[in-house]
């Protein structure tokens, strides 16, 4: 009988540790410590959490990129929030790469055709993606903004605001600090008997 009183307090404490895990904590990404390319086409904002992508004549993508991003150890989600905004008679695209930059791992815009549009055309939404797979790995990190075919314009603007990564962290709840005194109330309990 004490043997099983034993595993079950053994169980509340395991439980407890597990439901720990999935607490998270953000870590706000600075964006000057990124690289634009051309520096003159991307304004960041002093505090670095929003830059602003402007298009140019000469030179495409607009870039801003750190190709060696230090990914945490307990990285979990990476997020920020996309505005790209093109303009009429554009087609501009917001291309996003992660790792592989060869291929855009999401991208989003089109050609706003004055023929059937009457205003601008906005995409806009905050980007959410599992990077555990990447955790403390050197991972490229890039925000392209880039012209289509049928592009005859240079008005169309993209804001990036607020990347941050989500880490996992170990910090006990106070449900499962209850488990867990209880765990160890059934530990001690279950020695005084014997
Ligand atoms: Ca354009």
């Known amino acids: 009988m004490n043997k099983i009183l034993s595993r079950c307090a053994m169980f509340t404490i395991i439980v407890t540790f597990h439901i720990s895990i999935n607490n998270a904590a953000a870590q706000i990404i600075d964006l000057n410590t990124f690289e634009a390319f051309p520096a003159s086409n991307v304004d960041i904002s002093i505090d670095g959490s929003s830059a602003t992508f402007y298009e140019d004549i000469f030179y495409s993508p607009v870039s801003l990129e750190n190709l060696s991003f230090q990914m945490p150890t307990d990285a979990k989600t990476l997020k920020f929030d996309y505005e790209l905004t ?80 989500v880490e996992r962290i170990l910090v006990p709840e106070p449900s499962t600090f209850i488990l867990l005194v209880l765990g160890i109330m059934g530990i001690m309990s279950m020695r005084r008997t014997t």
Request: charged share 20%.
């Open 86 to 165: 093109v303009a009429l008679d554009n087609e501009d695209y917001f291309d996003f790469y992660l790792g592989d930059t060869s291929a855009p791992l999401f991208s989003v815009g089109g050609f706003a055709d004055s023929i059937i549009y009457d205003a601008p055309l906005v995409w806009n939404d905050t980007f959410e993606f599992d990077i555990s797979a990447y955790s403390g790995s050197s991972t490229a990190m890039v925000f392209g903004f880039i012209y289509g075919w049928e592009d005859w314009g240079t008005d169309s603007i993209l804001t990036i605001s607020n990347l941050e990564i």
